[in-house]
C-alpha cells in the first residue's frame, strides 16, 4: 500500500450538504439492547445476520470494518483508493448513516455502507474470521469516570474483534485524547486477543487519507496518536507453550 495522499481520489464533498448533526444521541444508545424491557424508537436496530448483498455490489462480507465511521471520510475514501475491499461502517447516529447513504448512491461507491447500528450490540452477525482489518478511530472520549461503560473498548470488544479477523488480522487505532489513549493502552496490555504495536518504517501507517476528526485536528493543530493491535493467534500462542 504505497499510495500517497495526493494520489487518493476524492469525492465532491460540496455537492452533499451535511444536515445539522447533534453530537450524541440518546445515552441509552451506546449500551446493549439487553438493558431495555422495550426497545424505544430510537434505539439503532439489533442485527442478526449482515444484508451483504444490498450493502455491496459484489455480494461479499465485509473486508474492513470501520467502527463508529461518523461522518464516514474515512470509510467513502478508503472505498475509492480501494475498490476491490468492501469497507463496512456501524454508526450509532442514523442522521450520518443516512447522509453516507446519499453520498455512496451518488458517488456509486458500490463497496461501502453504513450501517446504524451499536456496537454495544456485538458483531455476532459478522462471519468469523471475515475481516481482513479494523479500524477504531477517534473514537468518542466519555472522559467521566461514570462514562466509561459507554466506551466502546473493552476486552469483550476486542474477543469480538478477534473472532471477526482473519488470522494476522490487526485493528487500526487513533485517538486525539491522552486519557483515551491511556485507556486503550491498557486494554490491550491486559488482553489476551490483541497485541499492542506501535506504527514504524517496518509497519506503517497505512491509509493515505485522513478521518473527518483526523482532518479537525490536523486543521486546529491538535496532536494525535496512531498506532495498531495485532490479533494474536492461538496457534502460534500454543505453539509457544
Ligand atoms: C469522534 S467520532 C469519530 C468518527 C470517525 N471515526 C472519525 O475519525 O472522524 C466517534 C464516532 O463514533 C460513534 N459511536 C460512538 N459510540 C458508538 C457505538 N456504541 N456504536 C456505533 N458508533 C458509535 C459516534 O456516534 C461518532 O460518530
Known amino acids: 500500500m504505497d499510495r500517497r495522499i495526493n494520489d487518493s481520489p476524492e469525492i465532491n464533498w460540496a455537492a ?15 449500551l446493549p439492547a439487553s438493558q431495555h424491557h422495550i426497545l424505544p424508537t430510537w434505539y439503532p436496530p439489533v442485527r442478526t445476520e449482515g444484508d451483504w448483498a444490498s450493502w455491496f455490489v459484489n455480494g461479499r462480507n465485509a473486508d474492513v470494518l470501520d467502527v463508529g ?7 467513502m475514501r478508503h472505498a475509492l483508493a480501494f ?13 450520518l448513516t443516512e447522509w453516507i447513504a446519499g453520498v455512496i448512491a451518488g458517488e456509486h461507491l458500490g463497496n461501502a455502507h453504513a450501517e446504524w447500528y451499536s456496537i454495544a450490540n456485538g458483531l455476532d452477525w459478522i462471519p468469523e474470521a471475515s475481516v481482513q482489518c479494523a479500524v477504531y478511530l477517534f473514537p468518542d472520549p466519555w472522559p467521566k469516570k461514570r462514562h466509561h461503560k459507554r466506551r466502546a473498548f473493552s476486552e469483550e470488544f476486542l ?12 485493528l487500526w487505532l487513533a ?19 490483541f497485541q499492542l504495536r506501535e506504527v514504524d518504517d517496518a509497519t506503517p501507517w497505512p491509509f493515505p487519507f485522513a478521518t473527518d476528526q483526523q482532518m479537525f485536528c490536523d486543521a486546529k493543530g491538535i496532536p494525535y496518536v496512531l498506532y495498531y493491535a495485532e490479533r494474536i493467534d492461538e496457534r502460534s500462542q500454543s505453539a509457544g507453550a
Open 159 to 170: 474477543s469480538m474483534l478477534h473472532r471477526v479477523l482473519v488470522p494476522g488480522g490487526k
Open 69 to 75: 465511521c461518523g461522518r464516514g471520510a474515512f470509510l
Open 16 to 30: 452533499y450538504p451535511m444536515p445539522r448533526v447533534r453530537h450524541h444521541v440518546n445515552s441509552q444508545a451506546y
Open 175 to 193: 485517538t486525539d485524547r491522552e486519557d483515551v489513549d491511556a485507556y486503550q493502552r491498557d486494554v490491550l496490555s491486559k488482553s489476551r486477543f
Open 83 to 95: 475498490p476491490e475491499l468492501n469497507i463496512l461502517g456501524v454508526e450509532v447516529r442514523q442522521i
